[in-house]
């Protein structure tokens, strides 16, 4: 049986991977505010230091897997920016190169980080914005959105999973992963039905966006189903899977930019 660290193991898709896993027998350290073995406020630097140093102690120093589901949704609000930027890049990006030589300690270790579709359905996000992303300069991220005034959120949102597919892209294939055997990817889902989407869903306005949006089957899509496809892609056939962002959202990437490939 294997040992695995999932963030956000409290909700949504996070818990339903946990209670996959931990179902087949596997050891599950979840990361998370409330509810789980490590506590750990990822907006904070301190919180995040506290979630890779227990997950560290609780792993004996080897992980078979990661899984990165810990994120806020693209909620309006001038103090939501910061959070936004921080839980769903550095506390994605920090993590995982402090647990990266637990990792690496592992045989062929398999990490999954959430992505979403609005990587490439959400247009406008500006090139400033990546680039103060991949400086890890959140002050400087927020002020490249202010020209958006409330629409702000949602292209924060969209930098935070842009700029972390990226990073994903540009480890996965590097000496440091690739090359101590640990296989990274991204999965990028569209609408699914969760807290975080049904707190979008309480508010009129945002309501109203989500469901005009362009879903070619219809629908959202459910955290069971979301949670089979990142067992997947921790088990052995997906070996060969690496620096992959797996769309799984319905067909709106596919709707948007079927000519892109
Ligand atoms: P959710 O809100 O149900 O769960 C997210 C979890 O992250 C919660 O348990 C929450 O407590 C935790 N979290 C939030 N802020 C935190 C912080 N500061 N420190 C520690 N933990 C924190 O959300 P979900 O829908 O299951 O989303 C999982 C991932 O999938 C997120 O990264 C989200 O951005 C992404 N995603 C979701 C959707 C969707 O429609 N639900 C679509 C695309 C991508």
């Not at 949704?73 to 647990?99: F, Q, S």
């Not at 045989?107 to 992505?115: G, T, W």
């Not at 869903?201 to 966006?209: I, M, Q, S, V, Y």
Request: glycine share 10%.
């Amino acid at each position: 049986m294997k040992c695995y660290v999932v963030t956000g193991s409290a909700s949504g898709m996070g818990r339903a991977v946990t209670e996959k896993l931990r179902a087949q027998g596997h050891t599950v350290i979840g990361v998370d505010l409330v509810d789980a073995e490590v506590l750990a406020d990822l907006s904070t630097p301190d919180g995040r230091h506290r979630a890779i140093a227990d997950v560290l102690a609780a792993a004996g120093g080897r992980l078979d897997g990661a899984v990165l589901a810990a994120g806020l949704g693209p909620t309006p609000g001038k103090e939501r920016l910061r959070l936004i930027a921080e839980v769903n890049y550095l506390g994605v990006v920090e993590l995982l190169e402090g647990w990266r030589p637990a990792l690496a300690a592992a045989d062929e270790a398999k990490v999954v980080v959430f992505s979403s579709n609005s990587t490439t359905t959400v247009p406008a996000v500006p090139s400033r914005t990546l680039a103060a992303f991949a400086e890890r300069d959140i002050d400087k991220v927020c002020r490249s959105v202010r020209i958006f005034g409330k629409q702000a959120a949602p292209i924060v949102y969209a930098g935070s999973k842009l700029a972390v597919s990226h990073w994903v892209r540009r480890a996965a294939v590097s000496r440091e992963w690739a090359g101590t055997g640990i296989r990274l990817n991204a999965l990028a889902p569209g609408a699914i039905l969760t807290p975080l989407l049904e707190k979008q869903l309480a508010t009129p306005t945002e309501a109203k966006a989500i469901r005009s949006f362009p879903v070619p089957i219809g629908g959202f899509g459910d955290a069971g189903h979301l949670a089979d496809w990142v067992l997947f892609m921790l088990s052995d056939s997906s070996r060969f899977l690496c620096g992959s962002v797996l769309f799984v959202d319905g067909g709106s990437d596919a709707y948007f930019r079927a000519k892109d490939w």
